[in-house]
């Protein structure tokens, strides 16, 4: 089973920029979450979709939004750029019932400037 | 502030020695997972665990959960360069999981 891909891998975008991130799941997979690591406050939630709609969301501003399509392949923008978006953005997939297993992609690594 | 605590935050061992890192929290969870993080790379799932009181061996790693779901171990037998990373808690509620700020592990050959 191939694991959960994230492009791109690696992005420099300049303040005020929007950016898309992609995911695509496990296949059989329902769920994806969203998690913006850094090293000061190490793995934050951002939200997370199940089959279309989302579920859970966690303490980002609107700037931050997301959607999940019917194959579960989700996309996560981030508009009006900030330097303190720079990090390292990382999908995970699971099936979306308890317990929540989640598996994760490789990141995208954001570089804001 | 992190809704799990984890300790200690660094970790130097030489190859061979035993290793146990904690996750503490005052939340219950339904389920408690534990993940290993190499630079530049996703997580890598452990183990989940899900009962109060569990105890899970994988080789030579030994994962337990507290009888009251609110805090976990990870303790590692005869430790390898290989086992270097960041070692992540992640409790879950309501299909959402909070993480602990993580212990670098580093394993001296």
């Known amino acids: 089973k191939a694991g959960v891909t994230q492009t791109p891998r690696y992005l420099i975008k300049t303040r005020g920029q929007q950016v898309t991130l992609s995911c695509s799941p496990i296949s059989g997979h329902r769920s994806v979450s969203w998690y913006q690591q850094t090293p000061g406050q190490g793995l934050q939630f951002l939200f997370e979709y199940f089959s279309e709609t989302q579920r859970n969301k966690g303490n980002f501003p609107g700037r931050f939004s997301g959607r999940q399509f019917s194959n579960s392949r989700s996309e996560m923008n981030v508009s009006t750029l900030e330097l303190g978006d720079s990090a390292l953005y990382l999908c995970?997939?699971?099936?979306?019932?308890?317990?929540?297993?989640?598996?994760f992609g490789p990141g995208t690594r954001l570089l804001v400037l | 502030t992190q809704l799990l605590e984890q300790s200690p935050q660094f970790l130097s061992i030489q190859e061979g020695e035993n290793l146990t890192v904690y996750c503490n929290s005052s939340s219950v969870f339904s389920s408690l997972q534990w993940y290993r993080q190499e630079p530049g790379e996703g997580p890598v799932l452990l183990v989940t665990?899900?009962?109060?009181?569990e105890v899970k061996k994988l080789k030579r790693l030994t994962f337990q959960f507290g009888d009251a779901r609110k805090d976990s171990s990870l303790h590692i037998t005869a430790a390898q360069p290989g086992d270097t990373g960041l070692y992540l808690c992640a409790g879950e509620n309501d299909y959402k999981l909070s993480f602990g700020a993580g212990t670098t592990v580093t394993v001296r050959a």
């Open positions: 995970a997939s699971s099936l979306g019932t308890t317990p929540e297993t989640q598996y």
């Open positions: 665990v899900v009962t109060g009181g």
